[in-house]
């Protein structure tokens, strides 16, 4: 049996060392161009070379996506980002489009093929097929129950891996193939620029009577009718990896640093917990709650899409605790950290630590690198140092409970 991946995502640089660094297998990412997620800073040639050849020196994984549904101009600029992926020494390459299948295959010829969600892949004569014409792994869509997914494994290769979603956002139409974004913006989704028209506010306008919003709930804010539950499967992947999935995707590029590393962190446990046939520690399950995030749900796992449409009428963010700083080194019973978000002398903090429960410190004696004693940090970047009695890892996460 292969053992299960962890799949995180990255936007920049800062999130890709923080997926490493908290236990992802591997890391998928995107080029400046070709992916569906254009607004984080993404990748350059020289970014993604560094990128792989510190994750190849880790053991790790590196896939680049090229998912978006290309026009015929895109077509043409497609050759030349493959060759770059291809001597970066990416490990994959995920596509959805059959014309970008052909053209990695001709271009970047020892990279391997993943066949992205978009296609929106529901049975397993479908994921034969991409199989064929040489795919190693198809990301399932994220319409598909538990048992569905299982029917798949039990039908297609075992050389053909699946990939399904476990932890994130998620759209509400099939498989993120919606012109909503396009029709009301100009922002094409399936070339990565959705602008998500369905988190927007709605309310219902009778054409007789123009200027006059009737809540479609009884709610004068509206309703958010397209606005997706988040997803969280922390306490079903022994179910998962039953199912036959061979990677466990968080869903996340747009998102920081902060999000990268508890996400991966939490579902690290997670994972090795059920290898192991353990029990999962009750602090994983509080993890996801520290992330800003809507409501939760199970997604399609456990139910069909008519059964529940896992819509979030509320609408927005739940978002209960805060990055204050990222820890740099420790030496001689003292942190020295930058910072991320302001922080008081006497703050409760928590320090999260790759594989590790959520330490309680208290910002104790900060000072600024002049060694001055300061009341509160002041600036986004500043370094600081604070006395601690237990060493914390470079790169730990210092969080702050909002008020």
């Known amino acids: 049996m292969i053992t299960p991946e962890l799949l995180a995502p990255a936007g920049d640089l800062e999130c890709f060392e923080a997926a490493l660094r908290f236990g992802a297998d591997a890391v998928y990412l995107g080029g400046q161009a070709f992916g569906m997620r254009s607004a984080p800073k993404n990748f350059t040639p020289e970014q993604l070379t560094q990128a792989v050849a510190l994750a190849h020196k880790l053991g790790k994984r590196v896939y680049v996506t090229c998912n978006i549904l290309p026009h015929p101009a895109d077509m043409k600029q497609f050759p030349a980002w493959l060759e770059a992926i ?75 891996e699946i990939e399904c979603f476990v932890h994130g956002a998620m759209c509400v139409s099939f498989s993120g193939r919606c012109l909503l974004s396009n029709y009301l913006t100009g922002r094409d989704a399936n070339s990565g620029a959705c602008a998500q028209p369905c988190r927007w506010s709605y309310a219902l306008v009778e054409e007789t009577r123009p200027g006059q919003y009737i809540p479609i709930e009884e709610d004068t804010r509206g309703t958010h ?79 069909r899409p008519n059964e529940a449409a896992q819509i979030n009428l509320a609408g927005g963010y739940r978002r209960q605790w805060e990055v204050i700083g990222i820890v740099e080194r420790w030496a001689d019973g003292v942190c020295y950290a930058i910072q991320r978000g302001r922080a008081f002398a006497g703050d409760t903090l928590e320090a999260l ?30 370094q600081f140092s604070f006395r601690c009695d237990f060493e914390l890892p470079k790169g730990t996460v210092l969080r702050r409970k909002c008020a």
Request: hydrophobic residues 45%; aromatic residues 6%; negative net charge.
């Open 353 to 382: 630590s790759p594989g590790q429960m959520p330490a309680a410190i208290t910002l104790d004696n900060p000072r600024d690198t002049e060694n001055n004693l300061i009341e509160a940090t002041r600036h986004s970047e500043m």
């Open 225 to 303: 009718i397209m606005h997706a539950k988040d997803l969280c499967m922390i306490a079903h992947i022994p179910e998962l990896l039953d199912a036959g999935i061979a990677s466990l995707k968080i869903e996340g590029r747009a998102k920081a640093a902060y999000y990268v590393a508890v996400a991966v962190n939490a579902y690290r446990v997670a994972l090795d917990a059920a290898l192991q046939n353990k029990p999962l520690p009750a602090w994983v399950l509080e993890e996801p709650q520290k992330l800003s995030h809507r409501e939760y749900c199970t997604g399609f796992y456990f139910n």
């Open 86 to 160: 291809a001597q970066a020494g990416t490990d994959a390459i995920v596509a959805a489009d059959l014309g970008v299948v052909q053209l990695a295959q001709k271009y970047a010829p020892g990279v391997e093929l993943h066949i992205s969600t978009q296609a929106g892949i529901t049975n397993a004569e479908a994921a034969r097929i991409y199989h064929e014409i040489g795919a190693k792994r198809v990301i399932l869509a994220r319409e598909l129950t538990l048992e569905e997914i299982r029917e798949i494994r039990k039908n297609t290769p075992q050389t053909l």
